[in-house]
């Protein structure tokens, strides 16, 4: 199961920071990314964390202000999310895949629930 959190209200320019928790990694499920989902959108990729390699991906739309990562124990995967836009409002949400780097939504299997991420002044 996956875990997000650490959503919020916050102001342009702000920063925020989401943490997804695994209990556990499936063994050939590599991929944890981000997406998220604004009112009347379809749901969108922003991120990917290759928990085999470590290699790390993003949307054009948040490379340079976001940043994700893991940590030591490996069981937490972090958004780090810098410079905050209003077009940055969405729920978020975590998820687990066989594909790193994969941008679809169909190549993530297993879901957690959503976090609120509001920018706005």
């Known amino acids: 199961q996956l875990q997000a959190s650490g959503g919020g209200l916050v102001q342009p320019g702000g920063s925020l920071t989401l943490s997804c928790v695994a209990s556990?990694?499936?063994?050939?499920?590599?991929?944890i990314g981000w997406f998220r989902q604004a009112p009347g959108k379809e749901r969108e990729w922003v991120s990917c964390?290759?928990?085999?390699?470590?290699?790390?991906y993003y949307a054009e739309s948040v490379k340079g202000r976001f940043t994700i990562s893991r940590d030591n124990a490996g069981n937490t995967v972090y958004l780090q999310m810098n410079n905050l836009k209003p077009e940055d409002t969405a729920i978020y949400y975590c998820?687990?895949?066989?594909?790193?780097?994969?941008?679809?939504?169909?190549?993530?299997?297993?879901w957690g629930q959503g976090t609120q991420v509001t920018v706005s002044s």
């Open positions: 998820a687990l895949g066989k594909h790193p780097g994969s941008w679809y939504v169909e190549s993530y299997n297993y």
């Open positions: 556990e990694f499936i063994p050939g499920y590599d991929a």
């Open positions: 964390f290759d928990v085999d390699e470590g290699d790390t």
